[in-house]
T-cell receptor, first 116, second 114 residues
């Protein structure tokens, strides 16, 4: 069975600094997708970034980038120039076409606090 | 283009009552997922539906929980005879097709059982 592990329950970072959130996963599949979602206090799940496993190049979205290490099954999120609005829960998620359906498997989350 | 709409946002039920959670997918989307988020945990898959068809219900509890997505109208997650342990946030997500590799989430319904 696929699993997603986020080993950092809480993290904090000073405004304008850089922070990296860790995520590891376990799968025997070769084709899959990885995501980072942000969940602010409003509870809305907001897609931050996604990565296709077949792509070697790390995905980047403005201040957000990932370090995808397929062999190590690692998918960390780097937030540069942290802003107060980045304060939220961050969930790493895995998706593949197991059993004929695509569905997300989420980690337990990392609570990030950006300090002024 | 409206996003995924869930209602109500908050729902309080007494133990033993029924809870009905509604989800209207994004326009043009014919597939709906339901996920449950217990306090301080990640989202757990419950069920995946297409209009008039359940595709994958491997995450649904065997008793008291059911889901439907009729030809017309929203998808409904129904919990009968609620217990305190059902208190959670329930999220709906929609996608346009069975092979979609991304889904779009609603804001969730927080169910509190008292």
């Amino acid at each position: 069975a696929q699993t997603v592990t986020q080993s950092q329950p809480e993290m904090s970072v000073q405004e304008a600094e850089t922070v990296t959130l860790s995520c590891t996963y376990d799968t025997s599949e070769n084709n899959y997708y990885l995501f980072w979602y942000k969940q602010p206090p409003s509870r809305q799940m907001i897609l931050v970034i996604r990565q296709e496993a077949y792509k070697q190049q790390n995905a980047t979205e403005n201040r957000f980038s990932v370090n995808f290490q397929k062999a190590a099954k690692s998918f960390s999120l780097k937030i540069s120039d942290s802003q107060l609005g980045d304060t939220a829960m961050y969930f790493c998620a895995f998706m593949n076409h197991t059993s004929g359906t695509y569905k997300y498997i989420f980690g337990t989350g990392t609570r990030l606090k950006v300090l002024a | 283009n409206a996003g995924v709409m869930q209602n109500p946002r908050h729902l309080v039920r007494r133990r033993g009552q029924e809870a009905r959670l509604r989800c209207s997918p994004m326009k043009g989307h014919s597939h709906v997922y339901w996920y449950r988020q217990l306090p301080e945990e990640g989202l757990k898959f419950m069920v995946y539906l297409q209009k008039e068809n359940i595709i994958d219900e491997s995450g649904m509890p065997k008793e008291r929980f059911s889901a439907e997505f009729p030809k017309e109208g929203p998808s409904i997650l129904r919990i009968q005879q609620v217990v305190r342990g059902d208190s959670a946030a329930y999220f709906c997500a929609s996608s346009p097709a069975l092979t979609s590799t991304e889904a779009f989430f609603g804001q969730g319904t927080r169910l509190t059982v008292v």
